[in-house]
């Protein structure tokens, strides 16, 4: 948000009555940098300046109640801090102060707002003062709009900060795509949505790795040698046959792992369905086909997250194949793994050893546990529609990618991007625009709330 702080400038310089240059600013007695501090020459007994004896506050009541919370809670807070048992108490005071400094901006947002609403009171006390000039008056007009302007700023902000925070926001996560309908075409759809990520994680210097993969391959190539090529550079695979010919493959699914700053707050607006109009590769007669992939965001979940029973786990080994020499297609390093309450099966071959091909599995298996138990959670506390709204629940088509008009459409936020730099990455300013969205839906939830209690 930009700075709500305005400066007076008047559209032109006023005539000033004799006498008045006591009530030019005074740097000395303003309260704020920029901020006129109006008085009249003591000579004129009608001009004495009266204080509003009674502060009106201007801002919701509900907001008003969970700001005064939210200071006491603060007090309280700094109190203990300075409490040699708590001071002693490593865990515990580093437990408080990341609890005072979460509301450190809220409490000196509502100090300025106070501060603003108490200038904004003395100044319409002195408009209805007598003996004012026009000049003066003007001045007091201004001073009122201004402060008017900046404390519904300051409200808007102070709305926004009291919005309860998600306690996910700050995990990296494991990003799922998977092929949905289309055949083909939707195994290629999904190899372009996967680099369309990674290109976003390299905007916001975000590291990922590739977790498990399955690939799609419709061609017969029998009698025919040919090999599977992954690039870092190009997450499609590419069927080389010794003629010189390439054959563009895709994946059934893909799961990757994103670490970073805030990566949960910002991706988890991705999780829906993605549907794609084109003329796919496999197309020999130009008809336009319409193909789907669904992405799931899931939270990385601690071991403390997520109790496994290790009697509802169902868990083989196989040999890999592939590049790797005689440890992978001899030794047994794939591990194929069944969770049987849900039927969640994962098959990992990444890694080159056993041992971390299991630890991968099982932080697959944990990160979609933990993504059930919050779904779970979510729709208990919120109605559907708000729930979708918010983290664009999986059966929800959330958009369309439209290579003809080169137009990507959000259903949700009923907007339209540019197709070629959103799957570059450039997806920043849709994520955003959900934030936005999703910040709105909460505070009408908080208004409803307060007019309920």
Same mark, same amino acid.
């Given at each position: 948000?930009?700075?709500?702080?305005?400066?007076?400038?008047?559209?032109?310089?006023?005539?000033?009555?004799?006498?008045?240059?006591?009530?030019?600013?005074?740097?000395?007695?303003?309260?704020?940098?920029?901020?006129?501090?109006?008085?009249?020459?003591?000579?004129?007994?009608?001009?004495?300046?009266?204080?509003?004896?009674?502060?009106?506050?201007?801002?919701?009541?509900?907001?008003?109640?969970?700001?005064?919370?939210?200071?006491?809670?603060?007090?309280?807070?700094?109190?203990?801090?300075?409490?040699?048992?708590?001071?002693?108490?490593?865990?515990?005071?580093?437990?408080?102060?990341?609890?005072?400094?979460?509301?450190?901006?809220?409490?000196?947002?509502?100090?300025?707002?106070?501060?603003? #609403?108490?200038?904004?009171?003395?100044?319409?006390?002195?408009?209805?003062?007598?003996?004012?000039?026009?000049?003066?008056?003007?001045?007091?007009?201004?001073?009122?709009?201004?402060?008017?302007?900046?404390?519904?700023?300051?409200?808007?902000?102070?709305?926004?900060?009291?919005?309860?925070?998600?306690?996910?926001?700050?995990?990296?996560?494991?990003?799922?795509?998977?092929?949905?309908?289309?055949? #083909?075409?939707?195994?290629?759809?999904?190899?372009?949505?996967?680099?369309?990520?990674?290109?976003?994680?390299?905007?916001?210097?975000?590291?990922?790795?590739?977790?498990?993969?399955?690939?799609?391959?419709?061609?017969?190539?029998?009698?025919?040698?040919?090999?599977?090529?992954?690039?870092?550079?190009?997450?499609?695979?590419?069927?080389?046959?010794?003629?010189?010919?390439?054959?563009?493959?895709?994946?059934?699914?893909?799961?990757?792992?994103?670490?970073?700053?805030?990566?949960?707050?910002?991706?988890?607006?991705?999780?829906?369905?993605?549907?794609?109009?084109?003329?796919?590769?496999?197309?020999?007669?130009?008809?336009?086909?319409?193909?789907?992939?669904?992405?799931?965001?899931?939270?990385?979940?601690?071991?403390?997250?997520?109790?496994?029973?290790?009697?509802?786990?169902?868990?083989?080994?196989?040999?890999?194949?592939?590049?790797?020499?005689?440890?992978?297609?001899?030794?047994?390093?794939?591990?194929?793994?069944?969770?049987?309450?849900?039927?969640?099966?994962?098959?990992?071959?990444?890694?080159?050893?056993?041992?971390?091909?299991?630890?991968?599995?099982?932080?697959?298996?944990?990160?979609?546990?933990?993504?059930?138990?919050?779904?779970?959670?979510?729709?208990?506390?919120?109605?559907?529609?708000?729930?979708?709204?918010?983290?664009?629940?999986?059966?929800?088509?959330?958009?369309?990618?439209?290579?003809?008009?080169?137009?990507?459409?959000?259903?949700?936020?009923?907007?339209?991007?540019?197709?070629?730099?959103?799957?570059?990455?450039?997806?920043?300013?849709?994520?955003?625009?959900?934030?936005?969205?999703?910040?709105?839906?909460?505070?009408?939830?908080?208004?409803?709330?307060?007019?309920?209690?």
């Amino acid at each position: 948000m930009s700075s709500l702080t305005a400066s007076f400038t008047a559209p032109t310089r006023p005539h000033f009555p004799a006498g008045a240059a006591a009530c030019l600013p005074s740097p000395a007695s303003s309260s704020r940098r920029g901020r006129i501090s109006l008085r009249f020459p003591s000579s004129p007994p009608t001009t004495t300046i009266r204080r509003a004896s009674r502060i009106m506050c201007m801002a919701e009541p509900y907001l008003i109640v969970k700001l005064e919370s939210a200071e006491k809670t603060w007090k309280e807070l700094s109190a203990k801090l300075a409490d040699p048992d708590v001071v002693s108490n490593p865990t515990e005071y580093q437990k408080m102060a990341q609890s005072a400094a979460e509301l450190d901006v809220v409490v000196s947002t509502y100090r300025r707002f106070k501060d603003c #609403e108490k200038q904004l009171e003395e100044a319409k006390a002195l408009a209805k003062e007598d003996g004012i000039d026009e000049d003066m008056a003007a001045m007091i007009a201004y001073e009122v709009q201004t402060l008017t302007s900046e404390l519904k700023g300051f409200e808007e902000e102070l709305k926004v900060l009291l919005l309860p925070s998600d306690p996910l926001d700050s995990r990296n996560i494991l990003l799922e795509v998977r092929a949905g309908t289309g055949g #083909e075409e939707a195994g290629l759809w999904v190899g372009d949505l996967v680099r369309m990520y990674q290109r976003y994680c390299e905007r916001n210097s975000w590291k990922y790795s590739r977790v498990s993969y399955s690939e799609v391959c419709t061609h017969d190539f029998s009698n025919k040698q040919c090999f599977l090529v992954f690039s870092p550079s190009s997450i499609a695979v590419d069927y080389l046959r010794y003629s010189g010919k390439a054959e563009k493959g895709g994946f059934k699914a893909y799961v990757m792992e994103i670490k970073g700053t805030r990566v949960y707050s910002k991706l988890k607006y991705e999780s829906g369905v993605h549907r794609v109009q084109r003329v796919p590769q496999t197309e020999t007669q130009g008809r336009v086909h319409t193909s789907t992939a669904t992405v799931a965001i899931m939270p990385e979940a601690e071991e403390i997250d997520v109790v496994i029973d290790p009697k509802d786990i169902e868990l083989t080994t196989a040999r890999s194949g592939g590049a790797g020499g005689q440890n992978v297609n001899k030794v047994e390093t794939a591990i194929d793994l069944l969770h049987k309450p849900t039927g969640i099966r994962i098959f990992c071959t990444e890694e080159r050893s056993q041992l971390r091909n299991k630890n991968r599995a099982f932080q697959l298996l944990r990160a979609k546990l933990y993504e059930m138990k919050v779904r779970e959670q979510q729709e208990k506390t919120r109605n559907q529609r708000k729930l979708q709204i918010g983290t664009g629940a999986r059966a929800e088509k959330i958009r369309t990618y439209n290579y003809k008009d080169s137009r990507v459409s959000d259903h949700r936020l009923k907007l339209n991007f540019e197709l070629n730099s959103f799957l570059d990455g450039d997806i920043e300013t849709a994520v955003q625009s959900c934030v936005t969205m999703e910040q709105k839906e909460m505070l009408e939830e908080l208004a409803e709330s307060a007019i309920v209690a």
